[in-house]
């Protein structure tokens, strides 16, 4: 990654020549073992295009979500162990959602993924203590809701009490909501009930704050003062965007943006784990892989206050 200035610096640190240090494994990438559904229910199906989306960080684990690029197998989290990297287990979710955010939840040690129900917005929260050893099968959910005001959940991020979901627009401008969790978890969607067209609309759930963000977001974290969003779209250089959060509520264009650091191809979401900033690509999958400038297969972490300086440095040097 020497075309992207700063980057092994603020990513590997003291790791600098064990350059796979700090960094996580995806794993299944080639071959995960997964469910299909069936007319006569879920069959063993080997998935061999998995394709990585979400990541989230908690205490102990280091989560990515991941769909079947071909379409046929149930879309998963995989949980590694945050402390030595490896791979624990997959947790198999239901059907096969885009998977494009997921986040963590402190506060009720849950996990929130986008997901798509009904041909609208959905987020649910699974709870992470599924047993390796459970019987193959999807997991039950402890809440779904669905999302009134937003066209797609393409991102969520847990900041302040708040869930930030974000819509990923090609051609305009992306838009991103705030949802306070408490209002997510009353009254929504209860395991066993079954959304028809007579109760779907008693379960929606419309947005508190609405703010204009960059096109093309496909990840969004947040410190105690800055915003970071994550764009990117095609075989082009993918970008990180730092915004303020202090004072007034504003829009996250880019002409509000206090600064913009290169990064690589097929940037997906990104999460702040401390001073770590936590990245996940898709150009690791094999959907990908072949016309991707660099293949990244792994989580990268980088130490967010380096990557910040040399980002400067970099825009100082240019406007010498």
């Not at 705030?178 to 079954?194: D, H, T």
Request: charged share 20%; aromatic share 10%; with cysteine.
């Amino acid at each position: 990654m020497g075309y992207y200035q700063g980057l092994t610096p603020a990513s590997f640190g003291q790791y600098a020549k064990a350059t796979q240090s700090g960094t996580y494994l995806v794993p299944d990438l080639d071959q995960a073992q997964m469910l299909k559904k069936t007319p006569s229910g879920y069959k063993a199906y080997t998935a061999e295009m998995m394709t990585p989306q979400g990541g989230a960080v908690t205490p102990d684990y280091v989560i990515v979500s991941a769909y079947d690029h071909q379409r046929q197998g149930n879309s998963i989290l995989s949980i590694m162990d945050k402390r030595t990297g490896r791979h624990l287990k997959n947790i198999i979710l239901k059907g096969r959602p885009h998977v494009g955010g997921i986040t963590y939840d402190p506060e009720h040690d849950l996990l929130w993924v986008c997901g798509r129900k009904k041909a609208r917005a959905q987020l649910f929260a699974i709870k992470l203590t599924y047993p390796a050893d459970q019987p193959q099968k999807p997991i039950q959910y402890q809440y779904s809701t669905l999302l009134k005001s937003i066209t797609r959940a393409s991102l969520v991020s847990y900041h302040d009490g708040a869930l930030w979901v974000g819509y990923f627009n090609i051609f305009g401008d992306s838009n991103v909501q705030s949802f306070q969790v408490s209002a997510v978890i009353k009254g929504r969607e209860k395991a066993g009930v079954k959304l028809t067209a007579r109760n779907i609309r008693s379960n929606e759930l419309k947005s508190e704050q609405r703010w204009q963000a960059v096109d093309k977001i496909q990840g969004l974290t947040f410190s105690d003062t800055r915003a970071y969003f994550s764009q990117s779209y095609g075989l082009d250089d993918s970008w990180i965007y730092v915004f303020a959060t202090t004072g007034r509520p504003q829009q996250f264009t880019p002409e509000k943006a206090l600064l913009k650091i290169r990064m690589p191809a097929h940037l997906e979401q990104i999460t702040l784990d401390g001073n770590r900033l936590y990245a996940v690509f898709e150009s690791g999958a094999k959907a990908y892989a072949l016309n991707a400038k660099t293949r990244i297969g792994r989580v990268v972490s980088f130490d967010i206050d380096t990557l910040v300086k040399e980002a400067k440095q970099n825009d100082d040097a240019k406007a010498q």
